[in-house]
């Protein structure tokens, strides 16, 4: 064939039509082996099925001449194949290798199609350009996604945000629904924790932008990550992976696949990442903020029939590293008395700072740093072919313990001794949907969707001060502040259970009313019903009945206790109307209303007057209006370019605020009146010829409070005759106005080595961003510097034997911060999450096929 097929060889000797409208045919590579679980669909149809082991198929219920074959197989270029007659003979389609084409298929839409059909804004990424460019997980992989946000100082306390919104900013609080979805294979992971594990087995990565409640089965306000793993295969293969890097890293990963019985096949597949600290910690003569991963997850495919797919899932993960400790970035003057200056503060105690400077990192830290993060679960997932389309099951459980120890004061002062949320979290999920077409102009998908979680403190979360808190809490020139052991060992225990139930009926159809012209409408009904029990109680320190001393201990800790029941409902929905304005432009404009449910504050209430605010421990449930408009083109053969405008307008903005209370310092949940986020994003992916793949992205974003009327005072202004200010037409934490990566591959043609064909390859790639507020009231000292990393690859790569490349990260050494957070207490001295320095390596991989 010619370049119009550059990507599919086909060798046709015709097909075989049988009485009952039967198409057979056999899915080969170019060296003539068979491609096993290659899928080919009829397209715009749901009518779709896979190869077998053998690379067979066969196609039912052919709708009238003519209509195109869509063919797609991981490592594989998809293609398409117009039928126009058929001949009584059999096919045999040959696919050619993929070396990072442009356009992709994907399965959000709970079928197969192009990434380019589909009238959503969505990013694509497949495994091994996952791999190769060592996204491990999403922290690495916002790099290659610039409208996705990840914010982590720990684990637990992680933000994973589309276009600047979905999650809360900063300090997590237990008591909020995330609104970027997170899904592996189908299930929904409830737990922003899982979002900075290792990556395991992945087949692609799908990142859906904007509302998707009518798509998926957790209601998504800002997009949705659809990640795929490897499916079992019935032809033996395996895959091998270790990369050695500076800092001590090792990274190992394997996988092995086959058939057990004729209808039942198998997948086991491992994953485990070492490094070295990162920060030295000069009071203990260690590095901290090292890498200690592991996971397994196994897999069992079981195919009763060729209609029936039942695939059994179970994966462990746990991370148990020294890490996630913050370095002191600056220190702020408030507006508090010069003795209450943090300056003032260590030199009354005798202390200096190790270094003002954050990029010599290190810390003098006197409580270890321990993030002890472990999850896993349970899944069933059955597909049956039910008339034109696919009833799908699935059933999963979950569980999240979490375990940390955190120096919270940042310093090596005996301030906050102890920080420890200790939780327990399980899931259950019950997802049923059918996708497939209802007539010949009318398909859809439709579901129910359910989940249950119960979380819950192990045993209790605590905090307790150490002798030197009295001076950071010190608030008059009392020297009944300086009374021995007033504070020593005075801390809370929290205990809480947080019991939700959620409800979901979805659907959206897609009524093609021309064949340019589509309608998609969508509606969902939404139930969540959530109770919680808080109890915080004081315990230790100086053991007095003196009124005088007891209202300084309640100064910085207080008893707290409430109970709060919610259930709600509501109904949400959206319309997109998409028009082929040519075979290679296709524009689209979608309006959609989209709620996020109501937040239960889980982290401690501030008080006023000595009095618990317990009216902020229920914030109202965020009411979401989205608008975009698009553009999806080729405007050459193998070039890509699409653009789209979107505007996101929210009342009742849920965000996580901080407080200069010590007894909430990890902040509490409040309602924005209403804050508006717009932009224009724009991706373009230019395969040029089979040696040279160009790809940009560009995104511009603006948020904006257009009404936050009483908000906490930013960290400077700690102190003022007030403790709220107006903040309206302030920024949106988190939102940088310019994000982008460029990049590209040169790759020779194939070439011998190692007993295999190949191909040698470079592949450099760039991300930037400009600066961005890393606070939710506005500051002008926390502030993040806008910064831009350079990466790169070099080596050689065989789909089959041995792959090998040396790799390196922020090649040119960038010093930058990824978030920087106020200290407990505010003080007046903030901390950084410091990006990585330099790092290199080389990674070895050996696949057999």
């Known amino acids: 064939m010619n370049k119009i097929l550059f990507t599919l060889l086909f060798i046709i000797s015709g097909i075989v039509v049988t009485a009952q409208s039967r198409l057979t045919g056999t899915i080969k590579d170019e060296k003539g082996q068979p491609v096993e679980a290659a899928t080919i669909k009829i397209k715009n149809t749901s009518r779709s099925t896979v190869a077998d082991a053998k690379g067979q198929f066969t196609l039912t219920g052919l709708p009238s001449l003519p209509f195109t074959l869509q063919i797609s197989s991981a490592g594989y270029a998809p293609a398409e194949l117009p039928l126009s007659q058929l001949k009584d003979s059999s096919i045999t389609i040959i696919l050619l290798e993929n070396s990072q084409l442009s356009d992709v298929v994907i399965t959000s839409r709970r079928r197969v199609e192009s990434a380019q059909e589909v009238p959503i804004p969505i990013s694509v990424l497949g495994g091994a350009q996952v791999e190769d460019a060592g996204a491990f997980n999403v922290n690495r992989l916002k790099e290659l996604v610039p409208t996705v946000q990840l914010y982590s100082s720990n684990p637990r306390n992680t933000t994973l945000n589309i276009r600047g919104i979905g999650s809360t900013f900063g300090l997590t609080n237990d008591g909020i629904d995330p609104g970027v979805g997170f899904y592996v294979d189908g299930v929904y992971y409830a737990r922003p924790a899982a979002t900075t594990l290792d990556f395991i087995d992945i087949e692609q990565i799908e990142v859906l932008r904007g509302p998707q409640g009518t798509l998926f089965g957790k209601n998504t306000t800002a997009g949705a990550f659809n990640i795929t793993t490897k499916a079992p295969k ?201 996708a497939g077409d209802f007539s010949s102009r009318l398909s859809g998908v439709a579901g129910i969707f ?127 109307v998409s028009y082929k304005v040519r075979s290679d432009i296709n524009a689209f404009a979608t309006y959609s209303l989209s709620y996020k449910p109501v937040g239960i504050n889980l982290g401690g209430l501030p008080t006023a007057n000595g009095e618990v605010l317990i009216e902020l421990a229920r914030i109202k449930p965020e009411n979401v209006t989205h608008y975009e408009v698009g553009l999806k083109t080729s405007p050459a053969r193998n070039f890509i370019f699409n653009i789209v405008a979107h505007q996101t307008d929210i009342k009742d903005y849920q965000t996580q605020v901080q407080t200069a209370e010590v007894g909430v310092n990890r902040g509490y949940l409040a309602n924005a009146e209403k804050v508006r986020v717009w932009g224009i994003e724009s991706d373009a992916n230019y395969k040029i010829n089979d040696h040279l793949t160009l790809y940009a992205n560009l995104a511009f974003t603006e948020g904006k409070y257009l009404s936050f009327t009483n908000a906490p005072v930013p960290l400077e202004e700690t102190g003022a005759s007030t403790s709220f200010k107006n903040i309206s037409k302030g920024d949106l934490p988190g939102i940088s106005k ?104 080389v990674t070895l991989r050996y696949a057999i096929n």
């Open 450 to 576: 359910l989940i249950g979680q119960d979380l819950k403190t192990d045993p209790f979360h605590i905090e307790e001060s150490g002798a030197a808190q009295w001076r950071f809490s010190q608030s008059s020139r009392s020297d009944l502040w300086r009374t021995p052991g007033l504070f020593e060992g005075y801390g809370i225990r929290t205990r809480s259970r947080l019991e939700t139930f959620g409800a979901a009926a979805f659907g959206q159809l897609d009524w093609a009313i021309t064949e340019k012209l589509h309608v998609l409408p969508g509606i969902r009904y939404n139930y969540d019903r959530k109770k919680v029990d808080f109890d915080r109680q004081t315990y230790g320190g100086l053991q007095t009945e003196d009124p005088a001393l007891l209202a300084l201990k309640r100064a910085v800790y207080t008893d707290q206790a409430f109970t709060a029941v919610v259930d709600e409902s509501n109904i949400s929905g959206q319309l997109t």
């Open 234 to 434: 019935f032809k033996p293969g395996a895959s091998f992976e270790v990369s050695y890097g500076n800092y001590g890293f090792v990274q190992a990963k394997a996988s092995v696949t086959g058939g057990i019985t004729k209808k039942l096949a198998g997948r086991i597949s491992f994953s485990g990442t070492q490094r070295n600290g990162l920060i030295e910690n000069v009071s203990t003569g260690k590095p901290v903020n090292d890498l200690n991963n592991i996971g397994v997850r196994g897999q069992l495919l079981y195919t009763p029939s060729d209609k029936v797919k039942i695939t059994f899932i179970g994966d462990v993960t746990d991370q148990k590293p020294e890490g996630y400790a913050q370095v002191v970035a600056g220190v702020v003057q408030t507006q508090r008395a010069g003795y209450r200056q943090f300056d003032s503060i260590i030199a009354d105690l005798g202390y200096q700072l190790p270094s003002r400077n954050p990029f010599d990192r290190i810390v003098d830290h006197n409580t270890t740093w321990r993030s002890g993060n472990q999850l896993g679960g349970l899944s069933v997932n059955v597909d049956a072919k039910i008339g034109g389309g696919t009833l799908t099951s699935t059933t999963a459980w979950r569980y999240w313990n979490w375990d940390p120890s955190n120096d919270r004061d940042f310093t090596g002062l005996p301030v906050l001794t102890l920080s420890q949320a200790t939780s327990k979290h399980q899931q259950w999920t019950q997802e049923i949907r059918y």
């Open 738 to 841: 310019w994000a982008g990566s460029i990049g590209g591959e040169i790759q020779s043609a194939l070439k011998k080595a190692f007993n295999k064909e190949g191909r040698y390859f470079l592949a450099i790639d760039n991300y930037f961003r400009t600066g961005f507020s890393s606070s939710p009231s506005p500051s002008k000292y926390l502030n993040v510097p806008g910064y831009a990393l350079f990466n790169g690859r070099v080596g050689y790569r065989s789909r089959e034997g041995i792959s090998i490349f040396l790799w390196g990260r922020n090649l040119l050494n960038k010093n930058y911060f990824e978030q920087l957070l106020p200290a407990a207490g505010n003080a007046g001295h903030y901390a950084a999450v410091l990006g990585d320095q330099r790092t290199y390596g």
